[in-house]
Antibody, heavy 122, light 106 residues
Framework: QVQLLESGPGLVKPSETLSLTCTVS??????????WSWIRQPPGKGLEWIGY???????WYNPSLKSRVAISLDTSKNQFSLKLTSVTAADTAIYYC??????????????WGQGTLVTVSS | DIQMTQSPSSLSASMGDRVTITCRAS??????LNWYQQKPGQAPNLLIY???TLQSGVPSRFSGSGSGTDFTLTITSLQPEDFATYHC?????????FGQGTKVEI
């Protein structure tokens, strides 16, 4: 049974860097059949895709966030991480990590973490 | 970016009703359309991928159709556990984008 669990600070000050980690169990982040992704949802609003990382370390980001975002892998801990710099109140959201299955052509998000609320406030 | 527009934004329904939710893409996305169900306080859950393929474990009262720009999610005989928000998502290109969600309420 695949499980993903987000962790990190729930409060970040404006202009600082948001850092979250997703720990994967029941699967390996170095399998070539998956991408690993971050998605966020401002309270009461819709979902926004942030980016993917592949086992090779290749990354794809939402252009709207590309200048501020970095996703990385820690294969020794079976984790992947998100860093978002220069945050503002607009970055307040529930942040989800998710698995993307590449052996399904349309690459859906088939497993999700429970989500973690990050509030940007001084 | 491809814009995904869902309608309606919310709807009221009763148990046993047939419910239809529409998702329209701003350009053709072939069948690169996925549907998710999200209950309050929970993460989204994959229901349907490739426009019409039911994810394993999803009840057969859920179905999807469409191709190109127009897609539909149908729930036949609404059950209590189906009251939730439904999101469509295109995976045709980057950035992946989602619809604004449709809340199904009693």
């Amino acid at each position: 049974q695949v499980q993903l669990l987000e962790s990190g600070p729930g409060l970040v000050k404006p202009s600082e860097t948001l850092s979250l980690t997703c720990t994967v169990s029941g699967d390996s982040v170095v399998r070539d059949t998956y991408y690993w992704s971050w998605i966020r949802q401002p309270p009461g609003k819709g979902l926004e895709w942030i980016g993917y990382i592949y086992f090779s370390g290749n990354t794809w980001y939402n252009p709207s966030l590309k200048s501020r975002v970095a996703i990385s892998l820690d294969t020794s801990k079976n984790q992947f991480s998100l860093k978002l710099t220069s945050v503002t109140a607009a970055d307040t959201a529930i942040y989800y990590c998710a698995r993307v299955t590449t052996f399904i052509q349309v690459v859906p998000f088939d497993y999700w973490g429970q989500g973690t609320l990050v509030t940007v406030s001084s | 970016d491809i814009q995904m527009t869902q309608s309606p934004s919310s709807l009221s329904a009763s148990m046993g009703d047939r419910v239809t939710i529409t998702c329209r893409a701003s350009q053709s996305i072939s069948n690169y359309l996925n549907w998710y169900q999200q209950k309050p306080g929970q993460a989204p859950n994959l229901l349907i991928y490739a426009a019409s393929t039911l994810q394993s474990g999803v009840p057969s009262r859920f179905s999807g159709s469409g191709s190109g720009t127009d897609f539909t999610l149908t729930i036949t005989s609404l059950q209590p556990e189906d009251f939730a928000t439904y999101h469509c998502q295109q995976s045709y290109n980057i950035p992946n984008t989602f619809g604004q969600g449709t809340k199904v309420e009693i």
